[in-house]
């Protein structure tokens, strides 16, 4: 499954499958971007990070995409599980040094 | 857990109340942050400190009022709050002040009646 930016703010996919959340961010100076997870009754937990010098960035299941030609971050979740169901949201890192963070995809994975 | 602390996890008041949020880190971080979280809204900064000095204050209303006795330790008094002032406040930190990775804190549930 796939959203767009903060104009779809659920994902529901099937356990094992890749999941791809998109964000579209504002500044074409920024040069900083995190993707934030966000469960229940929690804070936001740092997923990964890329700074604008790099396209593409990998961790554990997960790879951040950074396009900066039309100003678009993604982050694909490989072989979804139960535990990844949460909000996840990027930010990006603005003037002054302060993030400017989106209002976040809500993903439910179904056993 | 993310080395940041908050207490209390829940809190109610009145409007004429005064009352303190905490947080605490213990990650050696230089910056520490305040951010409101309401429903279905982006996080929104409020207060920054950098080396127990705020360098950042977005425009927040005087009955929010935060305090950095030291590197380790933030807190935000608040005093006549609104019922629109409930919300998640979360704070954080980061190693400095700029484009670093922020870890938070799970947050304080405040609900003004």
């Known amino acids: 499954g796939e959203s767009v930016g903060l104009h779809l703010p659920t994902l529901s996919v099937q356990e094992g499958d890749n999941s791809i959340i998109n964000c579209a961010y504002s500044?074409?100076?920024?040069?900083?971007f995190i993707w934030y997870k966000q469960e229940s009754g929690k804070g936001p937990q740092f997923i990964i990070d890329i700074r604008s010098n790099m396209d593409k960035r990998q961790g554990q299941r997960v790879t951040v995409l950074l396009n900066k030609t039309v100003k678009h971050l993604s982050l694909q979740i490989a072989a979804t599980q139960p535990g990844d169901s949460a909000v996840y949201f990027c930010?990006?890192?603005?003037?002054?040094?302060?993030?400017?963070f989106g209002t976040g995809t809500s993903l439910t994975v179904i056993p | 857990e993310t080395g940041v602390t908050q207490t209390p996890r829940h809190l109610v008041m009145g409007m004429t109340n005064k009352k303190s949020l905490k947080c605490e880190q213990h990650?050696?971080?230089?910056?520490m942050y305040w951010y409101k979280q309401s429903a279905k809204k982006p996080l929104e900064l409020m207060f920054v400190y950098s080396l127990e000095e705020r360098v950042e204050n977005n425009s927040v209303p005087s009955r929010f009022s935060p305090e950095c006795p030291n590197s380790s330790h933030l807190f935000l008094h608040l005093h006549t709050l609104q019922p629109e002032d409930s919300a998640l406040y979360l704070c954080?930190?980061?190693?400095?002040?700029?484009?670093?990775?922020?870890?938070f804190g799970p947050g304080t549930r405040l609900t003004v009646l």
């Open positions: 954080a930190s980061s190693q400095e002040f700029g484009p670093y990775e922020q870890f």
């Open positions: 990650l050696g971080h230089n910056a």
């Open positions: 500044n074409s100076a920024s040069d900083y």
């Open positions: 930010a990006e890192n603005i003037f002054r040094n302060q993030f400017y």
